[in-house]
């Protein structure tokens, strides 16, 4: 079956840096979208940004611009997000999600979804 297993979370300071990852498995992903989204407790889940495996553009939320940044290793089926410059509100449990068609920041469009990691930045 298809897993999405995201790891890399964790605490670090405000201003420090992470690196997210996402493993894929369990079938062939190369039409596929992935994405980023964020969840803060008591808050909607937030896209971040998404690439697709096939290459092209990538897409980031507002909130992160700058400061993110999504790729792919198509040899590993793995997504990454770098996050640099983190700020408090990036606080949040991070999942990556696939998703075939539709819009790359709606998390309704997504197929499937991994169970999240939690990145805590202290400030």
């Known amino acids: 079956q298809v897993q999405l297993v995201e790891s890399g979370g964790g605490l670090v300071q405000a201003g420090g840096s992470l690196r997210l990852s996402c493993a894929a498995s369990?079938?062939?992903?190369?039409?596929?979208?992935m994405g980023w989204f964020r969840q803060a407790p008591g808050k909607e889940r937030e896209f971040v940004a998404a690439?697709?495996?096939?290459?092209?553009?990538?897409y980031y939320g507002d909130s992160v611009k700058g400061r993110f940044t999504i790729s792919r290793d198509s040899a590993k089926n793995t997504v990454y997000l770098q996050m640099s410059s983190l700020k408090s509100e990036d606080t949040a449990v991070y999942y990556c999600?696939?998703?075939?068609?539709?819009?790359?920041?709606?998390?309704?469009?997504?197929?499937?979804w991994g169970q999240g990691t939690q990145v805590t930045v202290s400030s």
């Open positions: 369990g079938r062939t992903f190369s039409s596929y979208a």
């Open positions: 999600a696939a998703r075939q068609r539709g819009s790359y920041y709606s998390p309704s469009e997504y197929d499937y």
């Open positions: 690439i697709r495996w096939s290459g092209g553009p990538t």
